[in-house]
């Protein structure tokens, strides 16, 4: 069994990238070495302008960032506008590390923060957990994108029915409400969970609570 998870764990890293931004030559390629050793893909930036600059693909992710930088600075990277362009977890990793910074990068959501020297095995540890992170936030952000689709594709009477099915409402009471007639509700109601491929009115009621903007 621990074989298995063992085997698992390493296909799953294997699906998955990992950044790199250091302006220090040495660090980036011993970083590089490091990851790949375990069946890790890495993409290393001298800055992070480059970083920005380069396709992100659709993959479990996480970037390993320093602090300090020529230009763009680790934590500016970590700010409003360029926090939207990194939609994945985010590890510092510094040498000039001290506790106010720490502080500032964790409270801007720096998913950890190490300083240099590190030990192999933490630092493959942490990028392990934000990749799982960052797979199971993706995995989630699909289900929810599924789930918006398919409630844009009810009609307006149907989107009208199925959310007086999931405030609690009988048939009997949606009808009276809406001015149709039961059977006329039945009908809606079944098309509506049919397309949401929801089995039960619980059911209804997580996705449609999935999809609260669009009501």
């Keep these: 069994m621990k074989h298995d998870n063992a085997m698992g764990a390493r296909e799953s890293l294997s699906d998955s990238l990992v950044y790199v931004v250091d302006d220090d030559e040495s660090i980036r390629g011993a970083l590089t ?8 893909k890495v993409l290393a930036f001298e800055s992070a302008d480059d970083f920005l600059a380069a396709e992100m693909p659709d993959v479990p992710s996480c970037l390993i960032l320093d602090v300090r930088l020529r230009g763009t600075s680790g934590l500016t990277l970590q700010q409003h506008p360029f926090r939207e362009s990194v939609p994945f977890p985010v590890i510092f990793l510094t040498g000039h590390g001290d506790i106010e910074m720490s502080v500032k990068a964790m409270k801007a959501g720096a998913f950890d923060f190490m300083t240099k020297p590190f030990k ?20 989630q952000a699909k289900i929810v994108a599924g789930i918006r689709q398919t409630y844009e594709s009810l009609t307006a009477r149907e989107r009208q029915v199925i959310k007086l ?9 949606i009808a009276g409400q809406l001015s149709l007639s039961e059977v006329t509700v039945k009908i809606h109601r079944a098309q509506a969970m049919h397309k949401l491929n929801a089995r039960s009115v619980p059911d209804v009621v997580r996705k449609l609570q999935q999809v609260a903007p669009l009501h």
């Design 120 to 139: 192999d095995q933490d630092l493959i540890d942490t990028i392990a957990a934000a990749l799982k992170r960052d797979g199971e936030l993706k995995r």
């Design 33 to 40: 070495s490091l990851l790949t050793s375990v069946g890790i």
């Design 165 to 173: 099915v999931a405030d609690g409402l009988l048939n009997k009471q």
